[in-house]
């Protein structure tokens, strides 16, 4: 399965994904591409030498057009946001309906929503006193958070002295969950039964 990661930041769901290309040799990472013009994630996808693409309207950046008829061009057949923080505009996910899914830093639908990314929402997980605290994949639609969740991890946070933390436990699961589930859409173990999404 040919598959595109979008990124905004570090790159370490990127990274885990890429490392797991052994066990899943059926996941082909053709393109990684960022709504910034350069980003640490970058740098990880060069040193596997795959392409990047950063989108917007600066200067050396393609447009939403131009990305769609990249993916394609690539025959791109699921999109992973991984660390992605901008809404996905209509037509690409009319293009992909079905193919786009997210990684959430959090057990939604709590603390989901704009603005809930990184840090933020292990801040506010930690000011609410939660005891547990997790993982969300999820498909992707126009806003943020609210479409189908595909897989769920959780972890114990009850001892937790920081939002820092709890970030460190959450990510650890990130980086198995995620590779995980990619690889279930490649052997297309991805199901629904009636409204619920079924990992076979
Ligand atoms: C990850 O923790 C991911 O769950 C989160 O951003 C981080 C990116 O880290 N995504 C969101 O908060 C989306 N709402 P990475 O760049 O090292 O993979």
Do not use: W
């Not at 885990?16 to 082909?28: G, T």
């Not at 040193?47 to 200067?59: A, E, H, M, R």
């Not at 923080?85 to 989901?112: D, E």
């Amino acid at each position: 399965m040919k598959i595109a990661i979008f990124v905004s930041g570090r790159g370490s769901n990127l990274k885990a994904i890429l490392d797991s290309r052994e066990n899943k040799p059926q996941v082909e990472v053709k393109a990684v591409v960022s709504d910034k013009i350069d980003c640490p994630a970058f740098t990880v996808a060069k040193q596997f030498s795959i392409l990047t693409y950063s989108v917007g309207n600066n200067y050396g950046c393609i447009n939403n057009d131009e990305l769609i008829k990249n993916l394609q061009s690539l025959d791109i057949e699921l999109i992973v946001l991984a660390g992605y923080l901008k809404l996905i505009p209509n037509k690409l996910l009319s293009f992909y309906k079905g193919k786009i899914i997210n990684i959430h830093p959090a057990l939604l639908p709590s603390f989901g929503g704009k603005g809930m990314y990184g840090m933020n929402v292990h801040k506010a997980v930690f000011e609410s006193s939660a005891k547990v605290s997790g993982v969300t994949i999820h498909f992707v639609d126009e806003t943020y958070d609210t479409g189908k969740i595909i897989a769920q991890q959780c972890v114990d946070i009850s001892n937790v002295v920081s939002p820092e933390e709890i970030a460190e436990r959450v990510l650890k699961i990130e980086h198995t969950l995620l590779p995980f589930i990619v690889g279930k859409f490649a052997e297309g173990k991805i199901d629904y039964v009636g409204n619920r999404v079924v990992v076979n």
